[in-house]
């Protein structure tokens, strides 16, 4: 499986931004769609993830501001990420979880939030 995320940039705080990752390959196999992130000195840490039937789960910092979906005929996922704030700035990275259980990574999008 190969993912290609894209949308990142630089924000305003209170702005907004849309994140994708586009999967080919073996992507009949994927189950889990993920958002992660990296902020610099910082661990990688969960952001969202969506099931391949649609369930949701999303990190208690990001709760109620950003929304994570997936559209399995274009084999895409999205991230909304609406007022953002600079401790939102990191690089992110989306992942998948084959039923298989192994894993990809694409290779991150820079997000900058500042005035």
């Known amino acids: 499986v190969q993912l290609q995320a894209s949308g990142g940039g630089l924000v305003q705080p209170g702005g907004s931004l849309r994140l994708s990752c586009a999967a080919s390959g073996s992507v009949f196999s994927i189950s889990v769609m993920g958002w992660y992130r990296q902020a610099p000195g910082k661990q990688r840490e969960l952001v969202a993830t969506?099931?391949?039937?649609?369930?949701?789960h999303y990190a208690g910092s990001v709760k109620g501001r950003f929304t994570i979906s997936r559209d399995n005929a274009k084999d895409t996922m999205y991230l909304k990420m609406n007022n953002l704030q600079p401790e939102d700035t990191a690089v992110y990275y989306c992942n998948v979880v084959l039923h298989t259980g192994s894993d990809y990574w694409g290779q991150g999008t820079q997000v900058t939030v500042s005035s």
């Open positions: 969506i099931t391949d039937s649609g369930t949701t």
